[in-house]
């Protein structure tokens, strides 16, 4: 296992720091500056991008992963994030069309820098997820992508917490109430005050 860790750890840091420095900091200023930022990709992807919505809206961002039944419609001053792997996901490249049409800053993450997703992209951030000869044995499908992205916006949030003077104090007050706070989860109904009864 210790060989196999190794592995892994070395692709996902090579494929983190081939991210170009210029489109990385692009992403960075079109995240404090947009109103509102949107999220999405499909499948393992997808939940690599519902990942970092939740620490946006831990950082104080108002942040919508798109599919959902609340999301609200796409304006012109937001920004959507979109990932995937060999940028043809369908569902992700038509997201990328439609908001671009309509005025949005897309920055997509993915692979291929030839695809129609970076292509139909304001920003295209290229993960160089090289894995171990295409023999499959090391991080096969996606994963490689999929957990270098991770990585990637794990360390994206380090920064926006030193630019925005961000600690994780207050990020723990965004937290999701029952998480960060348990004594206020009570399932006796007479201790819960009667305003506050259904």
Known sequence: MRETLGKILGICMS???????????????????????FVYGSGRSGLIG??????????GFDVHF???????IIAKKDLVILLSNTG??????????????IGSEVVSLTAQPKSELAKSSDTAIIIDAATDGG?????????????????FFECLVCEIMERGG????DMRNRHAIWVRDRSL??????TIPPSERL
Do not use: C, N, W, Y
């Open 166 to 169: 961000i600690t994780e104090k």
């Open 88 to 101: 043809k996901t369908s569902s992700v490249v038509q997201t990328a069309k439609i908001a671009r049409r």
């Open 50 to 59: 519902q990942l970092f919505a939740v620490r946006l809206v831990q950082l």
């Open 15 to 37: 494929a983190v720091e081939s991210v170009d420095p210029a489109a990385k900091d692009r992403l960075l200023d079109l995240i404090f500056s947009s109103e509102r930022i």
């Open 66 to 72: 798109i599919g959902e039944m609340t999301t609200p």
């Open 185 to 190: 989860i009570r399932t006796d109904a007479e």
């Open 135 to 151: 023999s499959g044995r090391t991080m096969p499908l996606g994963s490689a992508f999929e957990d270098s992205a991770h990585l």
